[in-house]
């Protein structure tokens, strides 16, 4: 069997929903150690530091080479700031939303592709996937809990407002990261690629934590739980996305993609089960909404 002989779908998917429930941990182990007063900016350092240091051994036990085609630099530093922006936008989201809202929110990003690659001069959606999408729209007002909140008297604080947006924030800058993926880097190897962004992503953080533009970015966790949480984060996020950049070419994506949208889901019971968080019935019902579009959307995508 070669490397890049397929697994059996059953055990594709067993890697994909791992993968995935690896990557909903990472951000409530986040949101762990923001309440003990880790900064945003520390977390996003660690995580990209320790992906960073795998890929680049990868990359030179492989020898690969590390030059890049003519016009490509400026794509990549422009891939790697989208990245860094990203991370910032829904690390923030998380500190500030319950973790499962702020995973439902930033994973409209097919949504905003297709819109963006629509806009671009790809091909315009077709009339299912318009209707695929506004039935993703409608779930997520509920799973936001939009009717209440907007209603006579609702509270609507501005943690709530911010995260959203924040949330949505991140969404947007990652279609646009995937589009430069897809339509100007991809012909360049994943590893390369991969690594070159993550020390991006790194360099990034440590500049703008070392400038002092994000007060409190780089704060240190107050507890031994927030330590530990800040180490698990590193490690989940590390493992998840060194093994889905090394499995790819075994996992059949085009077909086993959307078990990846496992995560918002995980990320719920995470929630509850680690930090307490929950979500009223009609919340819940609108996640399952936009969780099934997106499956939907991604599957008749592929």
Same mark, same amino acid.
């Given at each position: 069997?070669?490397?890049?002989?397929?697994?059996?779908?059953?055990?594709?998917?067993?890697?994909?929903?791992?993968?995935?429930?690896?990557?909903?941990?990472?951000?409530?182990?986040?949101?762990?150690?923001?309440?003990?007063?880790?900064?945003?900016?520390?977390?996003?350092?660690?995580? *990209?530091?320790?992906?960073? &240091?795998? =890929?680049?051994? #990868?990359? +030179?036990?492989?020898?690969? @080479?590390? $030059? %890049?085609?003519? !016009?490509?630099?400026?794509?990549?530093?422009?891939?790697?700031?989208?990245?860094?922006?990203?991370?910032?936008?829904?690390?923030?989201?998380?500190?500030?939303?319950?973790?499962?809202?702020?995973?439902?929110?930033?994973?409209?990003?097919?949504?905003?592709?297709?819109?963006?690659?629509?806009?671009?001069?790809?091909?315009?959606?077709?009339?299912?996937? *318009?209707?695929?999408?506004? &039935?993703? =729209?409608?779930? #997520?007002? +509920?799973?936001?809990?939009? @009717?209440? $909140? %907007?209603?006579? !008297?609702?509270?609507?604080?501005?943690?709530?407002?911010?995260?959203?947006?924040?949330?949505?924030?991140?969404?947007?800058?990652?279609?646009?990261?995937?589009?430069?993926?897809?339509?100007?880097?991809?012909?360049?190897?994943?590893?390369?690629?991969?690594?070159?962004?993550?020390?991006?992503?790194?360099?990034?953080?440590?500049?703008?934590?070392?400038?002092?533009?994000?007060?409190?970015?780089?704060?240190?966790?107050?507890?031994?739980?927030?330590?530990?949480?800040?180490? %698990?984060?590193?490690?989940?996020?590390?493992?998840?996305?060194?093994?889905?950049?090394?499995?790819?070419?075994?996992?059949?994506?085009?077909?086993?993609?959307?078990?990846?949208?496992?995560?918002?889901?995980?990320?719920?019971?995470?929630?509850?089960?680690?930090?307490?968080?929950?979500?009223?019935?009609?919340?819940?019902?609108?996640?399952?909404?936009?969780?099934?579009?997106?499956?939907?959307?991604?599957?008749?995508?592929?």
């Amino acid at each position: 069997m070669t490397s890049s002989t397929p697994f059996p779908r059953h055990i594709a998917v067993l890697v994909l929903l791992c993968l995935g429930c690896s990557f909903a941990g990472n951000h409530v182990a986040a949101r762990v150690a923001f309440d003990s007063g880790a900064g945003v900016l520390l977390a996003i350092l660690c995580r *990209s530091g320790g992906t960073l &240091l795998v =890929l680049t051994a #990868l990359v +030179f036990w492989q020898r690969q @080479p590390l $030059r %890049l085609p003519p !016009g490509a630099w400026r794509w990549q530093l422009m891939l790697g700031l989208l990245i860094a922006i990203q991370s910032l936008c829904l690390y923030s989201a998380v500190a500030r939303i319950p973790v499962a809202l702020a995973l439902l929110v930033a994973n409209v990003f097919p949504i905003l592709l297709a819109l963006l690659t629509w806009a671009l001069g790809g091909p315009r959606p077709t009339t299912r996937a *318009s209707l695929i999408m506004g &039935l993703i =729209l409608v779930g #997520l007002a +509920f799973a936001l809990d939009v @009717p209440s $909140r %907007l209603g006579e !008297g609702a509270p609507t604080g501005d943690d709530w407002a911010l995260g959203i947006g924040l949330a949505f924030c991140g969404a947007s800058v990652f279609a646009c990261a995937l589009w430069i993926t897809d339509h100007k880097l991809s012909s360049l190897r994943g590893s390369v690629r991969s690594m070159l962004t993550m020390a991006i992503v790194f360099s990034s953080a440590s500049i703008a934590g070392y400038s002092g533009v994000l007060p409190g970015g780089l704060a240190l966790p107050g507890s031994d739980t927030g330590w530990l949480a800040l180490c %698990l984060l590193v490690v989940l996020y590390g493992a998840a996305f060194i093994t889905l950049f090394v499995s790819v070419p075994r996992l059949d994506m085009a077909r086993n993609a959307p078990v990846m949208n496992i995560e918002p889901v995980a990320t719920l019971l995470m929630g509850w089960v680690v930090l307490g968080q929950t979500l009223s019935p009609i919340q819940m019902f609108g996640g399952l909404i936009v969780v099934t579009g997106i499956v939907i959307l991604t599957s008749r995508k592929a």
